[in-house]
């Protein structure tokens, strides 16, 4: 396999000889052929005397020739073999002249570009018109731009993106107004530009019949007609939590701050792309229950758009912060401490069930994992969001609570505003900050919270008050016996919030399994196969088929067909797959299914169900 970057394994590039400055796009978007076609110019200079070569990223992606967008004229350029995790390295030999020049690639992506879903008319809410996203995070965007995919380097970008003139076209950039095409009426061209130096991970796209609503000053939400209104609805705290998150961080720089609520198909909760966070639409719970992602998006903003991981083995520096500067905000907004702890301790059980149960205490278990060789899509897991959060609250307590924690954070991101770091540097400016707290930091066990396989090595102890009525009821629940089950009433759920809910049934799925009879009482005073929640309806939909309750079965089918977050199709795929006589109804579902599902979420689903 060709070489892949020192600075980064999941790379092929080598901006240590030859670097990228910037990117300027020009695209068509093409619904029949389900591909972008068009160039890149890429704005490039030699690091280092005698170096010929430019080295690129590139998945699935067809070239058509590569030209000195100077003087026209041809660069000679070889595709290497592809690797299926990494995609194929793209040399270029450089122009001879001066250190800087302006590469463009004439290219055009794959219908399986694995940054890219299109969606047919059928498969949108408003059913007339195609739809297309894109998700580059982790190693995408290689698909859809030749560039040097790496965290490690930052470029701002400006895009023209044709388009049929009843498709809007909005990218992770400020937009102008769209212009009329110079030859052909039926067609209107976008215009984009992120003056910000953006990692490529961050480059996103989306085309479709999509309408805004204004939610703040700076701030529309995005989606299809039919669900504007509700959306308007349940975000209308964004401009709150972006305030809330300048007060903790520093001025928000983007200017603009938009949310796009995309098909059911998007394999995330949320995915930060600046100026336009992408989220869920399972997200539209109608109570504003599930907006915490939008305030751990909008946190984004700071750690990992404006402080960013060098590469995917230090992920932990973007979600770890993030997640911590979230419960800040859902904190503040509710003006709950107590919230803020529950939410931890909720997500501290998930992270003990991943680390024991799912990743079996595995490489993948460390808040540093060795990704060479690794495609990040397998690596990923709650374990660099909750490690990488339980460390920072660890270190707060430690050197003397919020006050002092959070001038920290705020100097940390001061210090490495619009660069790329490492672990090492975080950890270096960490006690460069705290010059009269050596001693305290040097109690630390910074190896094991850095490399060590399993929990870590300390789980903070958090405020549980929210929790206790949820253990009540669990412990109700697990030790009543068949002909005990008159006590309970379906009043039962209606003093708890729908976190609470979740925690609730987070804790029975703790248990021995349930007898039947027990999920189905519960159904029938809960009702909570009618629930519309996402976050309850999987736990709920776990339970019952650890109770192993066939009723359920269909139920699931349709949770995993109607939507394709990872985070709630996996968990469900693989409970199935674990019950002998439901697995080949998992698997029969997912071959029905897979040509419609997001290629990311299909491949890791595949891998679930051991079918690759
Ligand atoms: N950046 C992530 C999503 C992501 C990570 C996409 C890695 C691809 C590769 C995003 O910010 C995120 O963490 N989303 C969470 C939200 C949650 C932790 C509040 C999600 O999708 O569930
Ligand atoms: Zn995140």
């Given at each position: 396999?060709?070489?892949?970057?020192?600075?980064?394994?999941?790379?092929?590039?080598?901006?240590?000889?030859?670097?990228?400055?910037?990117?300027?796009?020009?695209?068509?978007?093409?619904?029949?052929?389900?591909?972008?076609?068009?160039?890149?110019?890429?704005?490039?200079?030699?690091?280092?005397?005698?170096?010929?070569?430019?080295?690129?990223?590139?998945?699935?992606?067809?070239?058509?020739?590569?030209?000195?967008?100077?003087?026209?004229?041809?660069?000679?350029?070889?595709?290497?073999?592809?690797?299926?995790?990494?995609?194929?390295?793209?040399?270029?030999?450089?122009?001879?002249?001066?250190?800087?020049?302006?590469?463009?690639?004439?290219?055009?992506?794959?219908?399986?570009?694995?940054?890219?879903?299109?969606?047919?008319?059928?498969?949108?809410?408003?059913?007339?018109?195609?739809?297309?996203?894109?998700?580059?995070?982790?190693?995408?965007?290689?698909?859809?731009?030749?560039?040097?995919?790496?965290?490690?380097?930052?470029?701002?970008?400006?895009?023209?993106?044709?388009?049929?003139?009843?498709?809007?076209?909005?990218?992770?950039?400020?937009?102008?107004?769209?212009?009329?095409?110079?030859?052909?009426?039926?067609?209107?061209?976008?215009?984009?530009?992120?003056?910000?130096?953006?990692?490529?991970?961050?480059?996103?796209?989306?085309?479709?019949?999509?309408?805004?609503?204004?939610?703040?000053?700076?701030?529309?939400?995005?989606?299809?007609?039919?669900?504007?209104?509700?959306?308007?609805?349940?975000?209308?705290?964004?401009?709150?939590?972006?305030?809330?998150?300048?007060?903790?961080?520093?001025?928000?720089?983007?200017?603009?701050?938009?949310?796009?609520?995309?098909?059911?198909?998007?394999?995330?909760?949320?995915?930060?792309?600046?100026?336009?966070?992408?989220?869920?639409?399972?997200?539209?719970?109608?109570?504003?229950?599930?907006?915490?992602?939008?305030?751990?998006?909008?946190?984004?903003?700071?750690?990992?758009?404006?402080?960013?991981?060098?590469?995917?083995?230090?992920?932990?520096?973007?979600?770890?912060?993030?997640?911590?500067?979230?419960?800040?905000?859902?904190?503040?907004?509710?003006?709950?401490?107590?919230?803020?702890?529950?939410?931890?301790?909720?997500?501290?059980?998930?992270?003990?069930?991943?680390?024991?149960?799912?990743?079996?205490?595995?490489?993948?278990?460390?808040?540093?994992?060795?990704?060479?060789?690794?495609?990040?899509?397998?690596?990923?897991?709650?374990?660099?969001?909750?490690?990488?959060?339980?460390?920072?609250?660890?270190?707060?307590?430690?050197?003397?609570?919020?006050?002092?924690?959070?001038?920290?954070?705020?100097?940390?991101?001061?210090?490495?505003?619009?660069?790329?770091?490492?672990?090492?540097?975080?950890?270096?400016?960490?006690?460069?900050?705290?010059?009269?707290?050596?001693?305290?930091?040097?109690?630390?066990?910074?190896?094991?919270?850095?490399?060590?396989?399993?929990?870590?090595?300390?789980?903070?102890?958090?405020?549980?008050?929210?929790?206790?009525?949820?253990?009540?009821?669990?412990?109700?629940?697990?030790?009543?016996?068949?002909?005990?089950?008159?006590?309970?009433?379906?009043?039962?759920?209606?003093?708890?919030?729908?976190?609470?809910?979740?925690?609730?049934?987070?804790?029975?799925?703790?248990?021995?399994?349930?007898?039947?009879?027990?999920?189905?009482?519960?159904?029938?005073?809960?009702?909570?196969?009618?629930?519309?929640?996402?976050?309850?309806?999987?736990?709920?939909?776990?339970?019952?088929?650890?109770?192993?309750?066939?009723?359920?079965?269909?139920?699931?089918?349709?949770?995993?067909?109607?939507?394709?977050?990872?985070?709630?199709?996996?968990?469900?795929?693989?409970?199935?797959?674990?019950?002998?006589?439901?697995?080949?109804?998992?698997i029969q579902n997912f071959q029905t299914h897979r040509g419609e599902m997001h290629n990311t979420t299909a491949t890791m689903v595949a891998k679930d169900l051991k079918l690759t």
């Open positions: 396999m060709a070489a892949l970057s020192p600075e980064d394994p999941c790379s092929y590039s080598r901006p240590d000889e030859c670097k990228v400055n910037s990117l300027d796009l020009n695209l068509e978007v093409d619904f029949d052929s389900k591909k972008l076609c068009g160039y890149v110019d890429l704005t490039v200079e030699r690091m280092k005397d005698g170096v010929q070569n430019l080295i690129l990223d590139t998945r699935d992606i067809d070239i058509q020739k590569i030209t000195d967008a100077d003087n026209c004229q041809e660069l000679k350029f070889s595709l290497g073999e592809k690797n299926t995790n990494f995609g194929s390295k793209l040399e270029v030999q450089l122009p001879l002249s001066s250190t800087k020049s302006k590469v463009r690639v004439h290219y055009e992506t794959s219908p399986q570009s694995t940054a890219l879903q299109w969606l047919r008319p059928e498969q949108t809410a408003g059913k007339r018109h195609p739809y297309l996203f894109s998700q580059c995070q982790a190693i995408h965007a290689r698909s859809m731009v030749p560039c040097q995919d790496t965290p490690g380097i930052k470029v701002p970008y400006t895009a023209k993106v044709t388009a049929p003139r009843d498709i809007t076209v909005l990218m992770s950039a400020v937009r102008s107004e769209p212009e009329a095409h110079p030859t052909d009426s039926s067609k209107l061209v976008h215009q984009f530009n992120q003056k910000v130096p953006i990692p490529t991970y961050l480059i996103a796209i989306v085309g479709g019949d999509i309408e805004s609503r204004k939610i703040g000053p700076r701030s529309n939400v995005w989606t299809e007609k039919e669900m504007v209104e509700a959306a308007a609805f349940e975000f209308s705290e964004t401009e709150k939590m972006l305030q809330t998150a300048e007060a903790l961080m520093g001025p928000y720089i983007w200017g603009q701050y938009d949310l796009l609520v995309l098909p059911p198909s998007f394999p995330y909760g949320g995915m930060e792309n600046p100026c336009l966070t992408f989220v869920t639409p399972t997200l539209l719970a109608g109570d504003k229950s599930l907006a915490d992602v939008v305030a751990h998006e909008i946190s984004h903003s700071w750690t990992g758009n404006l402080v960013t991981n060098r590469n995917w083995e230090h992920f932990w520096l973007n979600e770890g912060h993030t997640v911590f500067v979230e419960r800040k905000i859902t904190g503040r907004l509710h003006k709950s401490q107590a919230l803020l702890e529950f939410m931890a301790a909720g997500r501290a059980k998930e992270l003990k069930e991943t680390i024991e149960v799912v990743l079996k205490n595995g490489p993948y278990t460390r808040l540093i994992p060795d990704l060479k060789g690794v495609d990040p899509d397998d690596a990923f897991s709650i374990v660099p969001y909750e490690k990488g959060f339980s460390l920072l609250f660890y270190l707060e307590t430690l050197l003397g609570g919020p006050e002092v924690f959070e001038k920290f954070l705020r100097a940390y991101i001061e210090k490495f505003k619009q660069q790329s770091i490492d672990s090492d540097q975080w950890k270096d400016f960490l006690y460069s900050y705290f010059p009269d707290k050596k001693d305290v930091l040097d109690t630390v066990e910074w190896d094991k919270w850095f490399f060590a396989q399993g929990m870590p090595p300390i789980i903070p102890k958090y405020d549980d008050s929210l929790a206790v009525p949820c253990k009540q009821l669990c412990q109700r629940w697990s030790s009543a016996g068949d002909n005990e089950l008159g006590q309970f009433d379906p009043n039962d759920l209606t003093s708890l919030t729908s976190v609470q809910v979740v925690e609730f049934l987070a804790l029975l799925l703790e248990e021995p399994k349930l007898p039947v009879t027990k999920v189905q009482k519960m159904n029938e005073l809960y009702k909570l196969n009618a629930v519309k929640n996402s976050e309850v309806r999987l736990r709920w939909l776990r339970l019952c088929i650890k109770a192993q309750w066939k009723d359920a079965i269909p139920h699931v089918l349709d949770f995993v067909n109607e939507q394709g977050r990872m985070k709630f199709v996996r968990p469900l795929y693989r409970d199935l797959y674990g019950w002998e006589e439901a697995r080949p109804t998992a």
